[in-house]
């Protein structure tokens, strides 16, 4: 444990299998070399910063973080397994998908979509079908 924050960043990091399980403040591993978030703290008391990493899924994320965030430039393309409860902003901008942001809040105001009928809800806001998963796009009729 933690009292305070733990930053352990730029360390070129694979892994946070052997870091804290709870942090009261801010949880910091920004710009490493992290593929997974397998061994970050299930809870957070103040922000969580994953970003300039290589990390593709939010599997494994924080479940609640007191703070924001942030999980910019990385390689994520779908918003699946993000913190469900966050109490400062959601930042996921330079990624291969370009509405993160904007599926976060629109999960988070929609908890009970079907993934169809989320990826319709996605479609009907930003009008991109180019972003969508392949199998979601096939089951369009326009």
Same mark, same amino acid.
């Given at each position: 444990?933690?009292? !305070?924050? &733990?930053? +352990?960043?730029? @360390?070129? /990091?694979? $892994?946070?299998?052997?870091? =804290? *399980?709870? %942090?009261?403040? #801010? ?18 008391? !103040?922000? &969580?910063? +994953?970003?300039? @990493?290589? /990390?593709? $899924?939010?599997?494994?994320? =924080? *479940?609640? %973080?007191?703070? #924001? ?18 109490? !400062?902003? &959601?930042? +996921?901008?330079? @990624? ?8 976060? *809040?629109?999960?988070?105001? #929609? ?32």
């Amino acid at each position: 444990m933690v009292n !305070g924050s &733990f930053n +352990c960043s730029g @360390n070129k /990091l694979s $892994s946070l299998i052997f870091s =804290p *399980k709870k %942090v009261t403040e #801010n949880y910091i591993c920004f710009d490493n070399h992290l593929a997974s978030l397998n061994g970050s703290p299930i809870e957070i008391g !103040g922000g &969580f910063f +994953c970003g300039k @990493n290589i /990390l593709t $899924s939010f599997k494994n994320s =924080p *479940k609640k %973080v007191g703070g #924001n965030f942030n999980a910019s430039d990385n390689q994520l393309t779908i918003v699946k397994y993000a913190p469900k409860e966050i109490s !400062g902003r &959601f930042y +996921c901008s330079h @990624n291969p998908n370009k509405h993160l942001e904007l599926e976060h *809040k629109t999960q988070q105001k #929609n908890p009970d979509l079907s993934d169809k009928d989320f990826y319709m809800k996605m479609y009907e806001i930003t009008e991109d079908i180019d972003y969508l998963p392949k199998e979601v796009q096939e089951t369009f009729i326009f």
